[in-house]
């Protein structure tokens, strides 16, 4: 399975993006999707199928709109075969996904506040973690549907 696209969905304000996206939705080329969001606490991540919500405006706070990130933020990614989607785990709560491919190291997505980062095993040992203690890719597969 292969990664197709990426959309987000994020903030804009005076024609600016307004910070990193708030949602993401990963198609893959088995026609499924998974749509990667924080939750509402701020400390965990929710994985589910849902589509994106359609761009909204907010009066004078601005609007959302999706875009498709495909090419700008993850070129990389869409080359690369993956070998399953695993969930990351930090204090037992899910905060991210691991996806693992036949042939280059893994990737992550994860929560911190109310952001969605993403980066290698370099990106994700270097972000400051509470306590210092890093997110454990688990063996729980993550479906995509």
Not at 16 to 29: A, E, I, Y
Not at 90 to 117: A, M
């Amino acid at each position: 399975m292969k990664l197709t696209s990426i959309t987000a969905e994020r903030h804009y304000f005076n024609k600016k993006p307004n910070g990193p996206p708030f949602r993401l939705l990963l198609g893959f080329s088995n026609g499924g999707t998974l749509r990667l969001q924080v939750a509402g606490d701020g400390q965990r991540m929710i994985l589910d199928n849902d589509p994106l919500p359609g761009p909204m405006k907010m009066d004078e706070f601005g609007r959302t709109e999706l875009s498709d990130v495909t090419r700008n933020l993850f070129p990389r990614l869409c080359e690369l075969v993956i070998e399953r989607i695993v969930e990351l785990v930090w204090h037992r709560k899910t905060v991210g996904i691991c996806l693992e491919f036949q042939t280059s190291s893994p990737f992550y997505f994860w929560v911190d506040g109310d952001e969605l980062r993403w980066g290698d095993p370099t990106a994700l040992r270097a972000h400051d973690w509470l306590d210092n203690v890093l997110p454990s890719a688990t063996e729980k597969a993550v479906l995509v549907e």
